[in-house]
């Protein structure tokens, strides 16, 4: 059982950046796709950004752009740089490894 620990979450204001990071117990080598979901108050988690081993990403039509997501294979950590960020990004970012979730990190954007 692989577990979860993210950080990098805060306030920022509309056009800030913020990267968040994921780190894994042990090897993600084994895991084929791993990402970010987000859930807003009073709304259903959504999906954010998608990565595979392959390399090949998804992203919500939304982030398109502003948002980046990586792997790190050696340090066993999955990154999401946040750009030009808007009050619509503010939620709760939770990452997946496999099937495993982290705890969730606050993501507030607001002037």
């Known amino acids: 059982q692989v577990q979860l620990v993210e950080s990098g979450g805060g306030l920022v204001q509309p056009g800030g950046s913020l990267r968040l990071s994921c780190a894994a117990s042990?090897?993600?080598?084994?895991?084929?796709?791993m990402g970010w979901f987000r859930q807003a108050p009073g709304l259903e988690r959504e999906l954010v950004a998608r990565?595979?081993?392959?390399?090949?990403?998804n992203y919500a039509e939304s982030v398109k752009g502003r948002f980046t997501i990586s792997r790190d294979n050696a340090n066993n950590t999955v990154y999401l740089q946040m750009n030009s960020l808007k009050p619509e990004d503010t939620g709760v970012y939770y990452c997946?490894?496999?099937?495993?979730w982290g705890q969730g990190t606050q993501v507030t954007v607001s002037s």
């Open positions: 997946y490894v496999g099937v495993t």
């Open positions: 042990r090897s993600i080598l084994s895991f084929n796709a």
């Open positions: 990565i595979y081993s392959s390399g090949t990403t």
